[in-house]
Nanobody, 126 residues
Framework: QVQLVESGGGLVQAGGSLRLSCAAS????????MGWFRQAPGKEREFVAG????????YYADSVKGRFTISRDNAKNTVYLQMNSLKPEDTADYFC???????????????????WGQGTQVTVSS
């Protein structure tokens, strides 16, 4: 069982930055692929970024590529999402998730994830 707790959300002006953190319980964090998703009001939850176990491959949604960076610190059981050049359309609840995936594999589909956090709210004002 893995428990995930997100933090770091808040209100920021367009063009600003935020760093989200997701702290995971358990001793096998390094074995999980991790991902960030978001859900804006009235919209479906969507993939934002993913990072594999092992060599830490990363993958991003086109909408955030070049602006967001996902990273992980296995010693701290934490995955991060650095968000720069934020836009009003980035406003959403952001969720982290953990997947029991093969080594070095990034998981993009929501159904591929086994554990989810409760989310943290990000609001970007124009």
């Amino acid at each position: 069982q893995v428990q995930l707790v997100e933090s770091g959300g808040g209100l920021v002006q367009a063009g600003g930055s935020l760093r989200l953190s997701c702290a995971a319980s358990g001793r096998t964090f390094s074995n999980y692929a991790m991902g960030w998703f978001r859900q804006a009001p009235g919209k479906e939850r969507e993939f934002v970024a993913g990072i594999s176990s092992g060599v830490r491959r990363t993958y991003y949604a086109d909408s955030v590529k070049g602006r967001f960076t996902i990273s992980r610190d296995n010693a701290k059981n934490t995955v991060y999402l650095q968000m720069n050049s934020l836009k009003p359309e980035d406003t959403a609840d952001y969720f982290c998730a953990a997947a029991r995936a093969q080594l070095h594999t990034i998981v993009v589909e929501q159904r591929g994830y086994d554990y989810w956090g409760q989310g943290t709210q990000v609001t970007v004002s124009s």
